[in-house]
């Protein structure tokens, strides 16, 4: 519950608070790496500003990374299930996947975004104050009228639902309000968002999605590797933004990463750390992107890299052959 005027903040909103500016974080890196030229998003100008000050090289190569290897598992899913499947993005932030899945013809029956209602509601007056951003909302949707309000919005194809990820009642009963279908499925997305919820709270998600779907992949992109000196640092440098790591436990190895998977009723799990994402990229993309900006210093490139992670599991009693899908 938000504090009212008269009330000091406590601590948990300060945190919450704090967790929420992380999004933006996320897309002024991600608008900077776009305007340099590493990939294309013509949607991502229509969330966040061009950021005034440069970003370090290391971080846009890492987040090309980011961006092709979710990509990549994304399309496969999408192949797999012949796109007769839904997609939920939790913690989405501003992301911008699906303008980019309506462009290539890529949509899923539905795809539902989650986050904090204060991020919903910044999210949703772009869309209604941008043609560009709406146009392709109105011409995804077929049958009853479109509803959307100041928090939440619901078309036949694309839904964003302001949720908080670890009350997962009301999760359930949004999601299905704005009809997500159980049987079919379904993709999870989470990037950069269950090390902001314990480990209880992150295994309940876990085990809500294991038990709700009866064929699904959990993509998860986050830190790895966080119990050395520099994951220690990377904690530091947040708690410094009151954003204390609250799962950074589950973030100590590629291990613990697929562990609580398992534990959490997934029949498969993997785990790769971006150095190694980054190794397995086209070597002509490899090219192109190293010429776009002089990196100086490879190490730094390689630390980072080798303290994030992609992870992905799966839950196939359809037998579509979810497990096959890999990097
Ligand atoms: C680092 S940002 C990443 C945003 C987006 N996934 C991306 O990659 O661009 C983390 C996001 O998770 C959301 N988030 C974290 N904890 C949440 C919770 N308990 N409920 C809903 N959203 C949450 C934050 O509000 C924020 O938008």
């Known amino acids: 519950m938000a504090a009212t005027s008269r009330e000091p903040p406590r601590d948990d909103d300060v945190y919450d608070e704090a967790v929420r500016g992380t999004c933006d974080d996320a897309s002024l ?9 590493y990939w294309k998003d013509p949607y991502i100008e229509y969330f966040v500003r061009q950021p005034k000050e440069r970003k370090a090289p290391e971080i846009s190569r890492g987040y090309y990374a980011r961006v092709h290897g979710v990509s990549q598992l994304l399309t496969a899913f999408l192949k797999k299930t012949e796109c007769n499947c839904q997609i939920i993005n939790l913690g989405a932030g501003l992301d911008t996947l699906f303008w980019k899945l309506k462009d290539e013809n890529l949509l899923p029956k539905k795809y539902f975004e989650v986050d904090f209602p204060t991020i919903a509601t910044r999210k949703i007056h772009n869309i ?17 009228s479109l509803l959307i309000d100041a928090h939440s919005l619901d078309s036949s194809r694309y839904a964003i639902i302001a949720a908080d990820l670890r009350e997962l009642p009301k ?16 993709l999870l997305i989470a990037e950069c968002v269950l090390i902001y919820m314990t480990p209880e709270h992150s295994s309940c998600l876990l ?10 992949m959990f993509v998860n992109y986050e830190q790895v590797n966080m119990a050395d000196r520099f ?36 029949e498969t799990a993997n785990a790769m750390d971006m150095m190694k994402v980054y190794s397995c990229l086209p070597p002509a993309d490899v090219k192109r992107i190293e010429a776009l900006e002089f990196l ?32």
């Open 296 to 327: 100086d210093e490879k190490e730094l490139l390689e630390q980072l890299m080798q303290h994030y992670c992609l992870c992905w599991a799966t839950k196939d009693t359809c037998s579509l052959g979810l497990a096959d899908i890999g990097l």
């Open 128 to 144: 209604k104050s941008k043609p560009s951003l709406s146009k392709p909302i109105m011409e995804s949707h077929s049958g009853e």
């Open 29 to 37: 890196c991600k608008r900077y790496a776009v305007s340099i030229g």
């Open 231 to 266: 994951g220690q640092i990377m904690v530091e440098n947040l708690q410094s933004r009151h954003c204390n790591l609250v799962g950074v436990e589950d973030c100590r190895t590629l291990e613990t990463q697929r562990a609580r998977f398992l534990a959490n009723g997934w």
């Open 207 to 216: 085990r809500w999605a294991s038990s709700t779907f009866s064929a699904a």
């Open 171 to 186: 999760l359930e009963e949004s999601l299905k309000k704005c009809s997500m279908d159980p049987h079919l499925p379904t």
